[in-house]
Every structure is written in C-alpha cells, then in structure tokens.
C-alpha cells in the first residue's frame, strides 16, 4: 500500500503561483509514476502531468506544459506541482495519484492508470 496526502491548495487570485505539495508513504519503492490530476465542479478528472518516479521523465497535458511544473524529491517521498499565472479557470480539486506498475495498463495520462490516490486539496483562483 502507498497513502499519499497532498497539501498547499488555498483560495489565491489570479496571476499568483502556487506550490501544491504530496507527501507518498507506505510501500514507495514500489512507485513508478507519480501524476497530478484535477477535477473541477460537475467536470470530469483532468490529467495534468505525470514524472517517473526514478527516471525524473516528465509528461504534461496539452497546453499545461509552460505554467505548470512536475517535480519529486524521491529521497523525501515528496511530489510537487508549482501552478504560475494562476487563473480562474484552474480552480479545481488537485490530487496527486501513484502507480506502482503493477495495476492496470491503461495510458498513464489516464486516471485509470493509477493505483493509489490522496484526497485532494482544493485550489480556488478568484479573478
């Protein structure tokens, strides 16, 4: 098992930049991806970017790369997501999610994918 609990969502305004973090433990070397996703009100789950968890390889979603920022400190079992030029429109339920490859082999842009989830931290932008 891998718990993981993210952290840093808030209410912020438009054109600030946030720095979303996820805290995995458990069985963390058995982690392969870790992923960001997002899902705002009556919207489905988002993929946003996913990294390998030893390779640092990064993956965003079109038009996410630029402005939002996948990293991991796999020394800390930390994942981060840094949000720039936040705007309205981002608002959403982030959560960051794990894989350890021996799940389902759906695309790993694809919730599907991953094995284990944290409960979300809430990001409101306001204009």
């Known amino acids: 098992q891998v718990q993981l609990v993210e952290s840093g969502g808030g209410l912020v305004q438009a054109g600030d930049s946030l720095s979303l973090s996820c805290r995995l433990s458990?069985?963390?070397?058995?982690?392969?991806?870790a992923a960001w996703f997002r899902q705002a009100p009556e919207k489905e789950r988002e993929f946003v970017a996913f990294?390998?968890?030893?390779?640092?390889?990064?993956e965003y979603a079109g038009g996410m790369q630029g402005r939002f920022t996948i990293s991991r400190d796999n020394v800390k079992n930390m994942g981060y997501l840094q949000v720039d030029s936040l705007k309205p429109e981002d608002s959403a339920v982030y959560y960051c999610?794990?894989?350890?490859?021996?799940?389902?082999?759906?695309?790993?842009?694809?919730?599907?994918?991953?094995?284990?989830w944290g409960q979300g931290t809430q990001v409101i932008v306001s204009s």
């Open positions: 999610a794990a894989s350890t490859g021996y799940g389902p082999s759906d695309p790993a842009t694809t919730s599907a994918h991953y094995d284990y």
């Open positions: 990294i390998g968890w030893n390779s640092g390889i990064t």
């Open positions: 458990g069985r963390t070397w058995y982690i392969r991806l």
